[in-house]
């Protein structure tokens, strides 16, 4: 549903559109003059003004100035029955999209309306989608067959066809946006934004003005009025992202929200209703969070009502070969490399690794690895040194860890004793006939006391 706002002094011109925007679906308010035009401007947020240029106090030319002072991106048709080539001019120059003769046809002005909102709709939805990739964002599909996963496909699939408000937990890098955007992408509303908010990142004292919007001179800085967070996912859904730092004191505000599904501006008087899906996602205990009073236990209620749990990476190690391989077709073109997939000896240690970073960490190191590698297949010698001794974290295979360990140090051992005995200890030419680089082999010669066999 989109506001729009129609100034003109001919009471039965301000009723019939009306009546026909109200049928598809628009909420219309008519006013009869300038002065009347500006204070709604100033009070209230629109989507689309229609404005005749001759008012009984002034100019619909002088009006598309002022409404873009105090809205600066709100879209104005201008209309009149005294088509003048200057008017029409001008009214362009201050940056009406539209300057239409009357009489119209009804029909005709209802589809204009139509078209500008949705090509409004298109400029902020594209001016959002470029601030996140301008930050690195961009879409990752979830991967994995585990039973940890299979379940969560279930749990999104059966949400998405519902409005309900979702919480989505788990430790940090565990993909909690990327299922937010799968329940998104598969809802109703998928071709309606999909807004992330970024709470860690929000002063406090702006939180309230980017969730809801402000009006003009709401506070020092409020040059301009502005539309929030939720106002932008109009028909689609918002992500709350770490919703455990919300500050305490604007909790009860966004309970609000959840309850009555309204909310007014800062400086507004105006109920805003709510028309987005709210994902909210954290990496913190909520419950715990309550017990200490860190957290209202009301809004933890409200927004616990479809709860999803991503499982971290060490819980599902099934999983990490065909992620690794995801993620390594995702950012080779990123990289400007052609990977060439993955070594046998890699894969393993990225499988025994503990990953406390989980899918986050293994696409940095996955990134890094394809780097070093230039582009060809990434090898042991490729990744970080704690990863290639994955296996004395204890966490790697389904054998005793104690014996898997000593197996394999043993063994790496005596193979680099060999290679170093054959180059005369030439730490160089051990390396490279093992494939290992220096800094690598300086490492293993370090870790197992190797110099102590030099005879």
Not at 152 to 165: D, M
């Amino acid at each position: 549903m989109s506001k729009i706002l129609i100034i003109d002094d001919e009471p039965k011109s301000v009723k019939l559109l009306r009546l026909k925007l109200e049928e598809r679906g628009h909420q219309v308010t008519g006013v009869g003059t300038f002065t009347d035009g500006v204070d709604r401007l100033a009070g209230e947020l629109f989507d689309l003004v229609v404005t005749d240029v001759r008012l009984p106090d002034g100019s619909g030319i002088d009006l598309v100035e002022k409404a873009h002072q105090l809205q600066p991106e709100l879209p104005v048709i201008v209309a009149t029955a005294f088509g003048d080539i200057r008017d029409a001019v001008r009214a362009m120059q201050l940056g009406a999209v539209e300057y239409v003769q009357k009489p119209f046809e009804l029909e005709a002005m209802s589809l204009l309306v139509t078209r500008t909102l949705d090509t409004d709709r298109l400029r902020v939805e594209h001016s959002y989608l470029l601030e996140q990739v301008l930050e690195g964002e961009s879409e990752i599909h979830i991967v994995g067959e585990s039973t940890p996963m299979r379940h969560v496909r279930g749990l999104i699939a059966r949400v998405a066809a519902t409005p309900s408000t979702v919480l989505l937990s788990g430790e940090s890098g565990t993909g909690k946006e990327l299922a937010a955007q799968a329940i998104h992408a598969a809802s109703g509303q998928k071709t309606k934004p999909l807004i992330r908010v970024n709470c860690p990142a929000i002063p406090a004292q702006l939180f309230e003005s980017e969730l809801f919007g402000h009006m003009k001179g709401a506070f020092t800085d409020a040059r301009e009025s502005r539309k929030g967070k939720f106002e932008l996912a109009r028909g689609g859904s918002i992500l709350l992202d770490e919703i455990s730092e919300i500050p305490l004191e604007l909790q009860s505000k966004l309970l609000r929200v959840l309850e009555d599904r309204t909310y007014t501006r800062v400086g507004g008087t105006a109920e805003v209703p709510v028309d987005a899906r709210v994902i909210a996602a954290t990496n913190r205990d909520l419950q715990e969070l309550v017990r200490e009073g860190r957290f209202r236990e009301d809004l933890y209620y409200r927004l616990n009502v479809f709860p999803i749990e991503m499982p971290p990476l060490r819980e599902r190690r099934e999983d990490i070969p065909d992620t690794a391989l995801h993620l390594l077709d995702h950012v080779g073109p990123r990289c400007g490399l052609r990977p060439q997939g993955i070594g046998n000896g890699a894969m393993a240690a990225l499988r025994a690794y503990a990953w406390p970073g989980n899918v986050r960490e293994l696409r940095n190191v996955v990134e890094r690895a394809l780097v070093i590698a230039g582009g060809g297949e990434i090898h042991l010698d490729h990744l970080p040194m704690e990863i290639q001794d994955a296996p004395s974290n204890g966490n790697g295979g389904d054998i005793d860890a104690d014996t898997f360990t000593h197996q394999v140090d043993a063994f790496k051992k005596e193979l680099l004793l060999e290679a170093l005995r054959r180059s005369h200890w030439s730490k160089k030419e051990a390396a490279a006939s093992l494939g290992l680089s220096p800094r690598a082999m300086s490492h293993y010669v370090s870790r197992f006391e190797l110099d102590r066999h030099r005879s």
